[in-house]
């Protein structure tokens, strides 16, 4: 008989579990016959000791078995392609990915998250959006799919329920950032989604659940060669979350931006770049475009003719939402307040510790503390100062959206003590793409 504090015992002094010992921990946790205690403990103890690669592939499978497989029409010529990002701060990319690639022919299933740690997360985002219904059952999300081309939900009762709950426990017992418990959430979920394709995300830097390059790469080519042992085409971007992303931070900010970007109303350099990027390799596995040139061209034609906007139009009213914002952004939650956050000296701007502005919009109201939180989703950032940037003494780091003058006071003190303003220019700029890894 299999007792879970032995197995928690095992783990904890560094020897590897059995498939049968995983799949035992991970049934009783789910069926609630484990307590949160143990799955604590054990999660702990997964953390310090780590997993080797059958463990978390093992992981991985009594996960996705823990709840449905969706079954999508195979039809000729049809391809789902999925994209997904280990988060970060200002990283709004889906929410133009999803649509922009269904414009050109691919099926776009999106299951996304809710923010976690200081990282924002996508179902905030569009949450957002008045209306906008991000709990539809399996079947409303393939029928969606299916005729609108896209459709992007937070992860159901059916679906991997297991990572649902170790996710939460995740949040708050200080085990998000573990390698291989990100390998098996991120992908039970993607595996259970059943796409053709999936293109990865992975980001590194102080924004990031992954600081370095090495631990990055190391989580990127864990996560693709899980997909490929389950057969399908996979591939990841290796890109730098050392900076926001983009010039707006928080929900209803960072999806105006998006219409913005999708109405050629405004510019975003880096977030466009990285999008492109993403959608470019969907794409190419989907067998639509023949290269990467190609690919940018005809998705930069879908951006420029409106199409995608249309298209993010379509799957907001299918899902509920006021597909009005995308004619007028004034229909989104509007903070009370606006503050411009002064420089504390002059010089160049060396480093940002990046996570520290989520938290800072967290502080703000726009994320949680802990899981009942209500999110503020009119609050958070705007024009923020990148690495490089000069600054003056007083001038704006960032420009401040709130509606709570004591929760403003923490957040601006966050932002400036997340600046570092040296007197040297910054010459070596960090690729925003560092690598594919395939």
């Given at each position: 008989?299999?007792?879970?504090?032995?197995?928690?015992?095992?783990?904890?002094?560094?020897?590897?579990?059995?498939?049968?010992?995983?799949?035992?921990?991970?049934?009783?946790?789910?069926?609630?016959?484990?307590?949160?205690?143990?799955?604590?403990?054990m999660a702990m103890a997964i953390c310090?000791?780590?997993?080797?690669?059958?463990?978390?592939?093992?992981?991985?499978?009594?996960?996705?078995?823990?709840?449905?497989?969706?079954?999508?029409k195979r039809q000729a010529g049809l391809?789902?392609?999925?994209?997904?990002?280990?988060?970060?701060?200002?990283?709004?990319?889906?929410?133009?990915?999803?649509?922009?690639?269904?414009?050109?022919?691919?099926?776009?299933?999106?299951?996304?998250?809710?923010?976690?740690?200081?990282?924002?997360?996508?179902?905030?985002?569009?949450?957002?959006?008045?209306?906008?219904?991000?709990?539809?059952?399996?079947?409303?999300?393939?029928?969606?799919?299916?005729?609108?081309?896209?459709?992007?939900?937070?992860?159901?009762?059916?679906?991997?329920?297991?990572?649902?709950?170790?996710?939460?426990?995740?949040?708050?017992?200080?085990?998000?950032?573990?390698?291989?418990?990100?390998?098996?959430?991120?992908?039970?979920?993607?595996?259970?989604?059943?796409?053709?394709?999936?293109?990865?995300?992975?980001?590194?830097?102080?924004?990031?659940?992954?600081?370095?390059?090495?631990?990055?790469?190391?989580?990127?080519?864990?996560?693709?060669?899980?997909?490929?042992?389950?057969?399908?085409?996979?591939?990841?971007?290796?890109?730098?979350?050392?900076?926001?992303?983009?010039?707006?931070?928080?929900?209803?900010?960072?999806?105006?931006?998006?219409?913005?970007?999708?109405?050629?109303?405004?510019?975003?350099?880096?977030?466009?770049?990285?999008?492109?990027?993403?959608?470019?390799?969907?794409?190419?596995?989907?067998?639509?475009?023949?290269?990467?040139?190609?690919?940018?061209?005809?998705?930069?034609?879908?951006?420029?003719?409106?199409?995608?906007?249309?298209?993010?139009?379509?799957?907001?009213?299918?899902?509920?939402?006021?597909?009005?914002?995308?004619?007028?952004?004034?229909?989104?939650?509007?903070?009370?307040?606006?503050?411009?956050?002064?420089?504390?000296?002059?010089?160049?701007?060396?480093?940002?510790?990046?996570?520290?502005?989520?938290?800072?919009?967290?502080?703000?109201?726009?994320?949680?503390?802990?899981?009942?939180?209500?999110?503020?989703?009119?609050?958070?950032?705007?024009?923020?100062?990148?690495?490089?940037?000069?600054?003056?003494?007083?001038?704006?780091?960032?420009?401040?959206?709130?509606?709570?003058?004591?929760?403003?006071?923490?957040?601006?003190?966050?932002?400036?003590?997340?600046?570092?303003?040296?007197?040297?220019?910054?010459?070596?700029?960090?690729?925003?793409?560092?690598?594919?890894?395939?």
């Amino acid at each position: 008989m299999l007792l879970p504090a032995q197995i928690i015992q095992k783990k904890r002094d560094g020897n590897a579990l059995t498939e049968e010992e995983i799949r035992f921990f991970i049934n009783g946790f789910t069926s609630g016959e484990l307590p949160d205690y143990q799955m604590s403990a054990m999660a702990m103890a997964i953390c310090f000791q780590g997993m080797n690669f059958n463990e978390t592939m093992w992981l991985t499978r009594a996960m996705i078995a823990s709840g449905r497989i969706v079954e999508w029409k195979r039809q000729a010529g049809l391809f789902y392609a999925d994209k997904h990002s280990t988060g970060g701060i200002g990283d709004k990319t889906s929410l133009i990915i999803a649509p922009l690639v269904a414009c050109c022919g691919v099926k776009v299933p999106m299951i996304s998250g809710r923010g976690l740690g200081p990282t924002g997360g996508t179902l905030d985002k569009l949450e957002s959006i008045s209306g906008f219904n991000v709990n539809l059952p399996l079947d409303k999300f393939q029928q969606i799919t299916d005729k609108v081309g896209c459709c992007m939900i937070g992860q159901t009762a059916e679906i991997a329920p297991a990572d649902k709950k170790l996710y939460a426990l995740r949040d708050v017992t200080a085990t998000v950032s573990c390698l291989q418990l990100i390998v098996g959430s991120i992908m039970c979920k993607k595996l259970a989604e059943n796409v053709d394709g999936l293109v990865l995300d992975v980001k590194w830097g102080s924004g990031a659940f992954m600081r370095t390059r090495e631990k990055s790469a190391e989580l990127a080519r864990a996560m693709v060669e899980v997909g490929k042992r389950y057969g399908k085409k996979v591939c990841a971007l290796q890109t730098d979350m050392n900076q926001p992303l983009g010039q707006q931070i928080g929900n209803a900010l960072e999806v105006r931006e998006c219409i913005e970007i999708m109405n050629g109303s405004a510019q975003a350099d880096d977030l466009l770049e990285v999008t492109l990027a993403l959608s470019a390799e969907m794409l190419l596995m989907a067998g639509v475009a023949k290269n990467v040139a190609d690919a940018r061209q005809m998705l930069q034609k879908k951006l420029a003719s409106g199409e995608a906007l249309r298209k993010f139009a379509e799957m907001i009213a299918a899902q509920g939402g006021d597909a009005k914002v995308c004619d007028d952004v004034k229909r989104l939650p509007v903070a009370k307040q606006m503050k411009p956050i002064p420089a504390p000296k002059s010089g160049f701007v060396q480093a940002i510790e990046c996570d520290q502005i989520g938290y800072a919009v967290i502080a703000l109201g726009g994320g949680r503390k802990v899981s009942a939180d209500k999110i503020d989703f009119a609050v958070g950032f705007e024009q923020p100062k990148k690495i490089g940037d000069t600054v003056t003494a007083g001038e704006p780091l960032m420009i401040m959206h709130y509606n709570d003058a004591a929760r403003a006071l923490e957040a601006e003190h966050m932002v400036q003590h997340a600046y570092t303003i040296g007197d040297k220019p910054v010459t070596a700029r960090l690729p925003l793409i560092v690598q594919k890894i395939e």
